[in-house]
């Protein structure tokens, strides 16, 4: 089939950010509707075909800098105008702007109560192979930015990422108490609180032979295949101490939140994209 036309293009993007203003302020939608209402205006597209659309602005708004609706996992390979139209779009969007500004700057909600808080780990997401997890050397700006960094104002969020760190203490706590190492889960440390962040890692913990176990904690409120910023010392720990290090990423923070675990150094398990440097005379 052909690639899609202008106003068809407009009309994904316009439905796509009308569903993520609607999920930042947590107002429930239905993306199947969604799909139906675009079939009625579309020519002759597919319910998969507008899916793929979707997940094609997943992965543009994440190379911007802005969150993504969860559901629609980032697929790249897209048409060139796709991006162009989702550019002016977010040009012409100042409320959907003020909603993410407020949002990723604001200190997240007390942590719901968890009937089993180790019922909160998941698998490690899939992304699409060609649009690997990355990771990134220190917050900068895209390519072709056009407004602020969202994903890294969240992402120097203290009071959040202050929060995940304190849950992921608890977490700890509990794993190693239900293996019987209530010792050992006496023994945890929250380092960062300690240490500013120069250890390059948050919290000291321990396998249950007593291993140490060094946790960097990586938090979002937004979907699981959100970018998130590491240090040059964070990965270089990981890779020097690969077999106690552990990234904890928890995701949707907001809500309910989840976790997923990469074990090992960061060079292996994610995608490393350096993107500011330091520079001097030559």
Known sequence: MADWSRIEVEAAVADYLDMLALELRGEPFNKANHNRDLLRVLDGRTRGAI?????????????????YIDGYKPLR?????????????LLSAPAL?????????SPPPPAPPFPDILGIRVPVPVPDRKNRTSIYESPGTAARQIKRNYLEIEARNS?????????????????????GRDRLAGKIIHISVMESGSSGFDVLSYETDGCERLIEVKTTR??????????????ELSDRRNANYQLYRLFKFSEQPKLFMLPGSLKRTCQLDPVSFSARLA
Request: charged content about 30%; cysteine-free.
């Open 51 to 67: 899916e793929r659309k979707h997940q094609n602005i997943s992965a543009i708004l994440i190379e911007l800098g802005y969150p």
């Open 77 to 89: 390979n897209y048409q060139e105008s796709l991006r162009e139209v989702v550019e002016e779009r």
């Open 97 to 105: 702007d003020d909603e993410i500004a407020s949002l990723v700057i």
């Open 159 to 179: 009071a959040l990422g202050l929060a995940g760190e304190q849950l992921v203490v608890r977490y700890e706590q509990e794993r190693l108490s239900r293996a």
């Open 222 to 235: 937004f979907g699981a295949l959100t970018p998130f910023f590491a240090s040059r010392n964070e990965v």
